[in-house]
Nanobody, 124 residues
Framework: QVQLVESGGGSVQTGGSLRLSCAAS????????MAWFRQSPGKEREGVAV????????RYADSVKGRFTISRDNATNTADLQMNNLKPEDTAMYSC?????????????????WGQGTQVTVSS
């Protein structure tokens, strides 16, 4: 059973930056996609960004394009999310997910493993 642990959340003001990190307990073999999702109270879980095992496929939600950057290091089984120019609407619980041959769709149902999440709060 692959375990994912997120870190790096916190509170920042509008325009600030945070870097989230996700550490996997072992290599993600099935499908190979790693992604970040977020969910705020009363809203559905939203796919933020996804990256393929080789890093050749990357996809972002329209709401974060140009501000967030996803990356991964297969040698250390980690995936990071650099978040710049943060806005209050980015406030949410951010979760890392892994696996899934259809992970490129950025749909939660195609991801097998999930972390517990890390809170990001952006104040105006």
């Amino acid at each position: 059973q692959v375990q994912l642990v997120e870190s790096g959340g916190g509170s920042v003001q509008t325009g600030g930056s945070l870097r989230l990190s996700c550490a996997a307990s072992e290599a993600i073999a099935s499908g190979g996609f790693m992604a970040w999702f977020r969910q705020s109270p009363g809203k559905e879980r939203e796919g933020v960004a996804v990256i393929s095992v080789g890093g050749t496929y990357i996809r972002y939600a329209d709401s974060v394009k140009g501000r967030f950057t996803i990356s991964r290091d297969n040698a250390t089984n980690t995936a990071d999310l650099q978040m710049n120019n943060l806005k209050p609407e980015d406030t949410a619980m951010y979760s890392c997910a892994a696996g899934g041959y259809l992970g490129w769709t950025l749909l939660p149902r195609y991801f097998n493993y999930w972390g517990q999440g890390t809170q990001v709060t952006v104040s105006s």
